[in-house]
């Protein structure tokens, strides 16, 4: 008797799982075609146009280097 229950609940888990399963593809064939076809759109490359200047800077600008004192390495 206990075999003839389970053997009824699998059967009837199988077919449930296969039902949910034939729904999907049912009510997403359509999704799924449409994503399977899919191209998506070719976009061109992008070009980029760089124009590097170099500011040099002027003799008047530049600071010289200031000496540290000699009492900063005294501690």
């Known amino acids: ?7 009824t609940i699998f059967l009837a888990a ?4 296969a ?3 034939v729904g999907m593809f049912a009510l ?3 999704k799924m075609i449409a994503a399977l076809l899919f191209e998506p759109i070719p976009q061109e ?3 980029y146009r760089l124009r ?10 530049r600071t010289p280097a200031r000496p540290l004192p000699a009492s900063i390495f005294a501690a």
């Open 1 to 7: 008797m206990f075999t003839i229950i389970a053997a």
């Open 14 to 17: 199988f077919l449930l799982a």
């Open 19 to 21: 039902g949910t399963i």
């Open 28 to 30: 997403y064939r359509d």
């Open 45 to 47: 490359a992008p070009v």
């Open 52 to 61: 590097i200047s170099r500011r040099r800077a002027t003799p008047e600008a």
